[in-house]
């Protein structure tokens, strides 16, 4: 199981849900509410809080926005990956932390949009939980349902590091 933490709204957390029961389901937990989105023990646990804490378990990400007040030290040795949206400030990328977002300069970006469809770009080498390298290349994703590109390049970026995409047709339905 791999566990998604997120400071992002209890809604956009949601539909991270929502896109991950495609991809062998997902516990949802915050504050206010325990949701099941899997008929099966699910693959993802998304954990929905203000407050970044350590959390006990081997393959973590951690899902921060980057126009919000980015903590000085963020606690990279807690999570496995950690990655940063749009952020407001350079950051140094490192294998264990991202940045992903509109930008050229993004690890991971959304290259161009269409009705239903996004082109993603991988823009450097990056290593998923398991070490498997993915080398840069552009995925085409299909999106199912109206998700907000945000919620859709999280989704796609998380998938990416869970070894869940093809990096052989470089397709992928969301």
Do not use: W
């Amino acid at each position: 199981m791999t566990t998604v933490v997120t400071t992002e709204s209890v809604q956009n957390a949601k539909e991270l849900c929502r896109i991950f029961e495609n991809f062998g389901g997902a516990f949802f937990l915050s504050k206010d509410s325990v949701l099941d989105f899997s008929a099966v023990p699910p693959e993802f646990l998304v954990f929905c809080t203000d407050n970044i804490r350590e959390i006990p378990a081997e393959k973590t990400i951690l899902l921060l926005d980057g126009s919000a007040n980015l903590p000085r030290v963020v606690p990279s040795n807690r999570f496995d990956r950690i990655l940063v949206f749009e952020p407001t400030e350079n950051i140094e990328t490192t294998e264990n932390m991202l940045s992903v977002g509109l930008s050229r300069h993004s690890t991971i970006s959304i290259a161009s949009a269409e009705s239903n469809m996004l082109h993603i770009s991988v823009q450097s080498v990056v290593r998923t939980l398991d070490g498997a390298q993915i080398l840069p290349c552009e995925y085409s994703v299909t999106l199912s349902n109206p998700f907000d590109s945000r919620t859709a390049l999280y989704a796609f970026s998380v998938l990416l590091l869970c070894g869940k995409t093809d990096s052989k047709s470089l397709k992928l339905r969301l």
